[in-house]
């Protein structure tokens, strides 16, 4: 993913703070989108759009904290970024452990925010990558039989063919063939393969 693919969104219901940080982002040859309000962004974004976001804290409506909180409610990657005039401590606790890139005080330092999009973003494409992983070996595990997801099951929690053929009431030759289809479409050669990737996919209970 290019940066030239990603879009920093800016949410502020101060005109010129919105301007001040999209000029910056131009500047370094980046898209911005600004947003008077919390409540329009979301009105516009989806989680599959790429970026990040710099938001103000204190606004009018929704504020920068409780527009973190729904962007998490719906599951999204988007890394965040706060400014505030008004920092306090319980406020940068809060920022940071519902996941901000760092909150940086109004009136910030070009270089500050120009360095923290810039992690962002690389935060944004790592992560994106990962869930394309995940979502990957997702795909192949639903696309077992019901039969081989109850063997990948045993499997990964450790039992034998033997055992597996005696709970299913199979032969341990089924259980043998089942296991190899499972191994040829999850694209795995050692179960340490399968247990990674049930753990990746966070299908555990598989």
């Known amino acids: 993913m290019s940066w030239q693919q990603q879009v920093i969104f800016v949410v502020d219901d101060d005109e010129r703070a919105r301007e001040s940080v999209c000029a910056l982002v131009s500047s370094m040859g980046l898209e911005s989108m600004a947003f008077a309000s919390a409540e329009d962004f979301l009105a516009y974004y989806t989680k599959d759009k790429p970026g990040c976001l710099v938001t103000d804290i204190r606004m009018l409506g929704m504020s920068g904290l409780e527009l973190q909180a729904e962007l998490s409610d719906m599951g999204s ?98 259980v043998e063939n089942r296991r190899s289809e499972i191994y040829t479409k999850l694209q795995a050669e050692s179960v340490v393969d399968l247990v990674r990737m049930v753990i990746e996919a966070d299908m555990l209970d598989t």
């Open 77 to 174: 990657l988007l890394p965040v970024i706060v400014l505030t005039a008004f920092a306090t401590t319980p406020v940068t606790v809060q920022a940071i452990q519902r996941g901000a890139i760092t909150l940086l005080d109004k009136p910030y330092v070009d270089d500050d925010l120009w360095n923290a999009i810039r992690k962002a973003l690389a935060q944004d494409a790592r992560k994106r990558v990962e869930e394309a992983h995940r979502q990957a070996i997702r795909e192949r595990i639903n696309e077992l039989t019901p039969s081989e997801r109850t063997v990948l099951s045993y499997v990964v929690a450790g039992k034998p063919n033997k055992v597996i053929a005696n709970r299913l009431d199979v032969s341990v030759r089924t």
